[in-house]
């Protein structure tokens, strides 16, 4: 494939680690950097970060591949793993990553996998399962019978709306775009727009990278819902404030990597199989 022979994993959380068993199984060599903390028993020795930038053929980093611009991310160790570390790498061979946006260079051989439409649809999915195992963890009622709202109209929301729906929930989507509107109509699901949105759900779940659940709207709500943010940042509930008016809120980020781990971890070796078959 490419004449890529070997693999260096930098950072990331389970997801990567199944990733990388899963391409050794593959026949590829895989080497880790950043899990000293992880109980998981890994097949190759760990190396040295700059070991593995100049000695693999190409490189895997997480998804996000960095939250701040600075660090890949690492939640497995305490080392920190420079993105600085790639800028030339990433001039020679190529580097898969995450929400490639984060990163603070460009380059023709940075390939982000999670815009490959298989990897998006397949992680909605998982995205969607783990947010209703995290409500059902959370609430003391069950999902059939509850009103649920669901913000935003992307892939995660409607995988959302219709497993809520098949769980007998009573779902309410509230979407900005007025088409999106009519094609969750289409599926049977009451769709309002954002400021039609109501103030009174047993849980709501938002999709939207913006702070629509200020203190104000929070303020608003009725009853005791749980409020789940599945948004990445800037985030769309204030947590701070939905804490102070004795709300329940969590942020629930990554949820692939911590419900469901090991499908998550193939869904991303084949989107990085796809770029190799496809760009490169």
Request: proline residues 5%.
């Given at each position: 494939?490419?004449?890529?022979?070997?693999?260096?994993?930098?950072?990331?959380?389970?997801?990567?680690?199944?990733?990388?068993?899963?391409?050794?199984?593959?026949?590829?060599?895989?080497?880790?950097?950043?899990?000293?903390?992880?109980?998981?028993?890994?097949?190759?020795?760990?190396?040295?970060?700059?070991?593995?930038?100049?000695?693999?053929?190409?490189?895997?980093?997480?998804?996000?591949?960095?939250?701040?611009?600075?660090?890949?991310?690492?939640?497995?160790?305490?080392?920190?793993?420079?993105?600085?570390?790639?800028?030339?790498?990433?001039?020679?061979?190529?580097?898969?990553?995450?929400?490639?946006?984060?990163?603070?260079?460009?380059?023709?051989?940075?390939?982000?996998?999670?815009?490959?439409?298989?990897?998006?649809?397949?992680?909605?999915?998982?995205?969607?399962?783990?947010?209703?195992?995290?409500?059902?963890?959370?609430?003391?009622?069950?999902?059939?019978?509850?009103?649920?709202?669901?913000?935003?109209?992307?892939?995660?929301?409607?995988?959302?709306?219709?497993?809520?729906?098949?769980?007998?929930?009573?779902?309410?989507?509230?979407?900005?775009?007025?088409?999106?509107?009519?094609?969750?109509?289409?599926?049977?699901?009451?769709?309002?727009?954002?400021?039609?949105?109501?103030?009174?759900?047993?849980?709501?779940?938002?999709?939207?990278?913006?702070?629509?659940?200020?203190?104000?709207?929070?303020?608003?709500?009725?009853?005791?819902?749980?409020?789940?943010?599945?948004?990445?940042?800037?985030?769309?509930?204030?947590?701070?404030?939905?804490?102070?008016?004795?709300?329940?809120?969590?942020?629930?980020?990554?949820?692939?990597?911590?419900?469901?781990?090991?499908?998550?971890?193939?869904i991303i070796k084949n989107a990085v199989y796809h770029i190799l078959g496809e760009e490169l």
């Amino acid at each position: 494939m490419n004449k890529i022979n070997s693999f260096a994993v930098l950072g990331g959380d389970k997801r990567l680690i199944y990733c990388g068993r899963s391409m050794q199984e593959d026949g590829y060599s895989v080497f880790f950097c950043g899990f000293e903390k992880c109980e998981e028993e890994l097949s190759a020795e760990p190396c040295k970060p700059i070991e593995l930038i100049n000695n693999c053929d190409a490189i895997i980093l997480p998804l996000p591949c960095t939250r701040d611009g600075a660090f890949i991310s690492t939640p497995f160790s305490d080392k920190p793993l420079p993105v600085s570390l790639l800028a030339e790498a990433a001039g020679f061979k190529p580097v898969f990553c995450g929400m490639s946006e984060k990163l603070p260079f460009s380059g023709k051989n940075i390939f982000d996998y999670s815009r490959v439409e298989g990897f998006a649809a397949e992680n909605a999915i998982l995205t969607a399962e783990g947010a209703i195992e995290l409500a059902m963890r959370e609430t003391d009622n069950t999902i059939n019978g509850s009103d649920c709202l669901v913000t935003g109209s992307g892939r995660i929301a409607r995988v959302l709306c219709s497993m809520l729906k098949g769980l007998g929930a009573r779902v309410t989507a509230a979407a900005r775009n007025a088409e999106a509107r009519v094609l969750l109509k289409a599926e049977g699901i009451n769709a309002v727009s954002i400021s039609d949105m109501g103030n009174r759900y047993d849980i709501i779940f938002n999709t939207v990278p913006s702070m629509l659940f200020d203190r104000k709207i929070l303020k608003a709500l009725e009853g005791s819902p749980l409020i789940t943010d599945l948004a990445s940042a800037p985030y769309g509930v204030d947590i701070n404030a939905a804490q102070a008016l004795g709300l329940r809120a969590v942020r629930a980020l990554s949820l692939p990597g911590k419900t469901a781990p090991k499908k998550a971890g193939i869904i991303i070796k084949n989107a990085v199989y796809h770029i190799l078959g496809e760009e490169l």
